[in-house]
């Protein structure tokens, strides 16, 4: 078949496909093209003359910018230029959105306080469409966080007007909230979680402004709570049978937690000077109902001595660590002992190069892990106490299936920067390939 003669069928072939896709309502095409990227959703507009506003009611309005990211990242020059460029889109956009409901509005770009004027404008048009899931992420592309008052602050006067009637109603459709680089205070986002019925959801990430969190009352539906980065944290209540999940990484804190039954998954840790014993107090008398749980620490003498207990319904074991290179990983095999049932494995690993000889500062009995199945190093370089590790799990986990091998840096997983140090990975991926003579009859060894 000739170029011209196949270009002519796949035209042919496409118009049929308009075609039978506009026979469908207009209810079913929003949908559709609800589904789409913002970008991919305007540029059906020019299909037909029908098709030429339906984009304007889509109900998912994700602003998200790889393409203008991944510019600032290669060239640090053209940040002010690429925000220009950002915020007239998302005002060109909601300028035409014609739609009375949202179920999803996103934000994705590094902006600051002084775009708090747009900022705020978009919420509040989110809000009064009824929007269902609200991220605003807001963290710089370089990872480092500029000076803490050029942060956008969530406006406290702004409550004011959330509690009128009218705008009352509209928010009480919010079902989840997620606030990365926004300074929002504990009494902002208490008034969320005890007017939005439906809200289940809430994620804070690096908020100057928050303090305290009060999670109380029968009425809460919140189910998944993650506090994250919030370095003036000084206090966490939570007294909700509604709490499925507790999230919290940063300094120490005062944490109270009752009334939780269908606690299943805890997430807890912080960096310098965080004691695990303090981090775990509060939480250990749930231990017994976990089914998952990720313990992240700076990896000392102090936090390597786990307090005795048992955690009989834990499926998944999760450790995220900065460790010395030298510093055997061994004992963190002293909290899976307790872990009769433990499925999975996962460790996460961030090292500092102090040399390559192992040091170990006690002796760890063997431990055999009947119920393991599948083991996930993620950070992995090829230390040799990465190895040990490896080859311990491999011995001592008699019905293993698989183990999983990553070298991404933790910190960058599901990041447009997990792509990144190719030559790194290459290294790490030849370093993984000592454990091949290893493994076991049976055992999958995957290297990503």
């Keep these: 078949m000739s170029k011209r003669a196949r270009l002519e069928l796949d035209t042919k072939q496409d118009e049929i496909l308009v075609d039978w896709l506009s026979r469908l309502p207009d209810e079913i095409l929003v949908n559709i093209i609800s589904r789409l990227a913002v970008r991919e959703a305007a540029r059906t507009s020019v299909l037909s003359s029908r098709w030429k ?24 020059a ?44 978009w919420i509040f048009t989110a809000l009064a469409k009824k ?17 803490p008052l050029e942060l956008y602050a969530f406006p406290l006067e702004c409550l004011k007007l959330f509690r009128s009637p009218r705008t009352l109603s509209n928010i009480k459709s919010l079902r989840s909230l997620c606030l990365d680089a926004v300074n929002v205070s504990g009494e902002v986002l208490e008034f969320f979680i005890y007017s939005c019925p439906l809200l289940d959801r809430l994620r804070v990430v ?43 990484y940063g300094p120490e804190i005062k944490l109270r937690m009752e009334n939780v039954p269908q606690l299943l998954d805890i997430s807890i840790g912080g960096g310098y000077g965080v004691r695990m014993k303090h981090a775990i107090s509060p939480i ?27 955690l009989p319904k834990l499926r998944h074991l999760t450790f995220n660590v900065l460790a010395f290179s030298s510093k055997s990983l061994l004992g963190l095999s002293c909290m899976m002992e307790a872990s009769t049932f433990l499925q999975k494995f996962t ?6 190069y102090v040399g390559s000889e192992i040091v170990s500062e006690r ?23 990465e190895l040990e590790l490896a080859f311990y799990l491999l011995k001592s986990a008699t019905t293993l299936e698989k183990m999983i091998v990553d070298p991404t840096p933790p910190a960058v997983l599901g990041t447009p920067w997990e792509f990144e140090n190719y030559k790194k990975k290459q290294a790490a991926r030849s370093c993984a390939k000592e454990l091949e003579p290893k493994i076991p009859k049976g055992v999958e060894l995957v290297i990503l």
Aim: proline share 3%; hydrophobic share 40%.
């Design 53 to 76: 506003y339906l984009w304007t009611f889509t109900t998912c309005l994700n602003f998200s910018a790889l393409k203008m990211l991944w510019n600032v990242k290669k060239d640090p």
């Design 206 to 248: 690096f908020s100057l402004d928050l303090l305290s969190l009060k999670v109380v009352g029968s009425s809460v539906k919140l189910k998944y709570l993650d506090i994250c980065y919030c370095y003036f944290m000084e206090e966490v209540e939570i007294s909700a049978p509604s709490v499925r999940s507790f999230k919290y």
């Design 347 to 352: 460790l996460k690993l961030q090292t500092v």
């Design 363 to 385: 002796k760890f009995r063997d431990c055999l892990h009947q119920h393991l199945k599948v083991v996930e190093l993620i950070g992995f370089v090829g230390l040799p106490i």
């Design 131 to 147: 929007v269902q899931k609200l991220e605003l992420n807001l963290h710089p592309v370089g990872g480092g966080f500029w000076p």
């Design 284 to 310: 250990m008398s749930y231990f017994h109902q976990l089914e998952t749980l990720e313990l992240g620490f700076v990896l000392n003498a102090e936090n390597m001595q786990f307090p005795q207990c048992e």
């Design 78 to 121: 053209t940040l002010e230029e690429e925000r220009y460029n950002y915020i007239n889109w998302v005002n060109d956009v909601l300028d035409s959105h014609m739609g009375l409901c949202i179920n999803e509005f996103r934000l994705c770009f590094e902006l600051r306080n002084s775009h708090g004027s747009f900022i705020t404008h």
